[in-house]
């Protein structure tokens, strides 16, 4: 299904930039396209973030899924945090403030295995000694992973795009594809035909490749709109915190009902809001208040440190909270037939050249290389195992099939009670 042309990979974030990452290894020569003027300047633009894996004590899809990005991301994501700004930090604590901690943190304090999950760095702690792996005191038990990380998006972002971009690289190398950047260009339409895909930018220009890749976060072009599945943007904002006692103490990821990261750059990120129908770019003081607020309840020190900065960004949210990732229908009117995994017997066709890597939620550092890695091989023709469980679960069919389960249902309690 690859021909002559490059692949277009349309968003310039942690999606598209691992996307081009699993292409170029090809051999596969892309071009990036995105509306602002440098990478990361959306949700992927975070001056710091953490990578954590998922922990619950049933084996759900999300359990699964995030398991798997966990440990196929880390070796890549520490490769290119290590050359652009790595913290000199690791792990992260979770204190125990929802039911699927507390479950968690059970079952390690009795001991018992659980097969579904790898556990192995995983402990159950005391608030002491958490105090004593955070160095800042904690007001309660919880978890400590001692494989998570804390990075850095942004600059992880800019240094993946420099690598990409590098054309010595290139053509010294027998694999890596070539990348064309075309920053500042907004997609406005696509249309796939039999041997291409034609893709026209606000400033008329029209280029086309033999595929398209939509990593474009919490928004697409309106013109494919009718074709993909819902997503919706949750507002969040970060505060930047002043680095002062005790959070210049703070060695690892402190994670509550929000989180607080160790210093960098002179001041400690506290995050974040999580703002349903609120689109407003505009930082709101109140808010960063009421993290701090937040964290007051959980550190057993006093912290009277000033709010120095923030940023806002949107999350691109799915109905289950995993990505989207796959390609989509031509024609989304006939549902009826269409199974779980989106076969069936009159499901419509899909599209041949347009792809989605999207909806990566609040876990996008984590989850991107994985998702560039499976998308590459549907593309690229390859198998895609040993990821075919995870390709699955993220198949973007799942939402219609989803809508279907729903209307069969309905349709099912309303003829119960007509009878
Ligand atoms: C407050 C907050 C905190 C977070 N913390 C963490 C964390 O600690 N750990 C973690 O793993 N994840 C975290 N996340 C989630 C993570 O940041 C996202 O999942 C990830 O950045 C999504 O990357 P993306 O490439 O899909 O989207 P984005 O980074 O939003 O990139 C999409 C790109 O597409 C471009 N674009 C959109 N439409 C068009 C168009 N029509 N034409 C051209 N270009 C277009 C945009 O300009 C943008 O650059 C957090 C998110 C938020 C909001």
Redesign the pocket.
Known sequence: MLNDLPVIV?????????SIYALQSRGIDCIL????HE????????P?????PYLSVNETPTAKFYRSCFSYSKNILKNFSEISGHYPSSGAIRLLTSRRLEDVYRRLMEGSENAALDWTDVKALSADELSAVARVRVNGPGVYYADAMS?R?KNI?RRLFDYLSDDSRATNSLVAGKLQARLG????DIRESADKVSVL??NGVVVDGSHVI????????ESVGPFLPPLEA?????AFVETTSPLDRLSC?LGFNG?L?PAAGGFNVL???FDHGNKSEELVLADSMMLLEKLSHHLAEPYSGKIVGG??????HTFDRL?YVGAVFTDNSNLQEITEDGSGMNAPQRFKRLWL????????????PLMGEILTRMINGESIEPHADIAAIVDPARYWANVKRKSDKKMMSSSGRQE
């Open positions: 349309v968003g310039g974030g942690l999606a598209g930039l691992f396209v995105d509306e602002n990478v990361a300047a959306a949700a992927s633009g975070n710091a973030g953490a990578v954590l990075l998006p972002c260009q907004q997609v406005i930018m606000d939509l990593a474009t976060g919490r928004s697409w072009p949750v507002r969040g904002q970060i990821h989180y990261l995050g974040a809001t940023r806002v960004s949107f999350r691109a990505p890597n999207t909806g990566h939620g609040s876990r996008g550092l984590q989850s991107a």
